[in-house]
Structures are given as C-alpha cells and as structure tokens.
C-alpha cells in the first residue's frame, strides 16, 4: 500500500495535504480492487465448472433407463453435492462483489472530498480557483476531473460485476459462460486510460517520481 508520506511534500498542509492524501487513498483502493478481481475470477470460473458438471449429471441421469436405479441414484446423490458446492461458490463471490461495494463507497468519498477541496477553492480565489498550482502543474479542478473519472469508470465496473453475479449461476449456455468470465477478467468498463488516469495523479503529487 502506498504511504502518503513523501519528504518532497512533507511540509505541505490544507488542500494540497488532502489531495496528496487522496491520491494514496486512490492507488490503495485500486490495488485492493484488483486482489478482489482476481479472486472474484477463480470463484466465477469454479461456478462456471460446478454448474456444467450438474448439467452434465442432469443431463445423464435422463437418459438412464427407468428400471437402472442404481446408478441413477449414484448420480443423483452427485449432483445434490455438487449443487452444495456451487452455492458455497457462489456465496464467496458474494462476498467478493460485497466488498467491491465498500470499495466503490470509499471511492465515492474520496470524491465528495475532493470536490469539497474545489469548492472551497473556488470560494477564496474566485470561478478559476487559485493561480498557482497546488503540487506540480495541475490546477484544484484537474484533481477533481480525474477523481471523477476514476468514479465513474469504477461505478459502471461495479455494475456489470452485480449482473454477473446474478446472471452466472442460472445460465446453462457455454458461450454465455466464457462472455461473464472475460467480462470479469477483463474489466471493460476499467480501461487502460483509467490506469493512466491515476498514474497522472500520482506523479503530480509527488507519489511517482518524474
């Protein structure tokens, strides 16, 4: 995690401390994003697994014979296991889109506070906020465009995230599978630009060195 102590900026305080301070927020919130996408991916594709395997039991199971109980039997016990198992499953990916929820919430704070920090510039310097940067280059309004961004991108991935979580387990179509496990993996809606966005925020406060 990224420590928003910096011996370049050390001595800076008010606005410029909070936005430093934001900008860490920023980079550690992503990285714990990540780790849950990760795990996030491994759940998805064990339920994916889980739920062909059931499918295939189902499947079998209606083409036995009606008088061969015995392994029908055999099969139906299989599949009540496996449907144990595919819920545990999908309770743990719950739990991982549970905590991208905190996550984003944190986002949305992060947000408020830098628009906060906009606001009271705009309050004391006028419409065009103060005329000299508050770290590198970028002006009060620059932070919070980026702020934004990364908000927004994160909402939306969140989103998709939740319909796959509720879509993933009930379908029985091989081709939908693969698009929810790129989906997931992937993250469309947190393209490279994102990235980009918040390593501009880190070098103009001081977190990257240019």
């Not at 606005?15 to 996030?40: F, P, Q, V």
């Not at 004391?124 to 280059?137: A, I, M, V």
């Not at 620059?142 to 909402?155: G, T």
Request: aromatic fraction near 8%; proline fraction near 4%; include cysteine.
């Amino acid at each position: 995690p990224m420590s928003s102590s910096n011996t370049k900026f050390s001595a800076i305080t008010g606005s410029a401390r909070k936005i430093k301070d934001n900008a860490a927020d920023w980079h550690n919130l992503m990285l714990k994003w990540e780790k849950l996408n990760d795990d996030g991916f491994q759940f998805a594709t064990n339920i994916v697994n889980m739920r062909n395997f059931i499918f295939f039991l189902s499947s079998q199971r209606d083409q036995q014979p009606p008088d061969d109980f015995s392994p029908a039997s055999a099969s139906v016990q299989q599949q009540a296991a496996g449907a144990a198992e595919l819920q545990d499953e999908c309770s743990r990916l719950q739990a991982v889109v549970d905590r991208m929820v905190v996550i984003v919430a944190k986002m949305e704070h992060l947000m408020s506070v830098q628009q906060g920090i906009q606001d009271l510039e705009e309050f004391q310097f006028g419409p065009e906020g103060r005329t000299l940067p508050l770290c590198h280059s970028w002006k009060t309004k620059e932070f919070e465009e980026s702020s934004r961004v990364l908000l927004a991108a994160f909402s939306q991935e969140l989103k998709l995230k939740q319909v796959i979580l509720q879509e993933l387990a009930h379908t029985t179509d091989a081709d939908l599978h693969m698009v929810y496990l790129s989906c997931w993996l992937h993250q469309p809606f947190i393209p490279a630009q994102t990235r980009l966005a918040l390593e501009a925020l880190l070098l103009e406060t001081g977190h990257r060195s240019l």
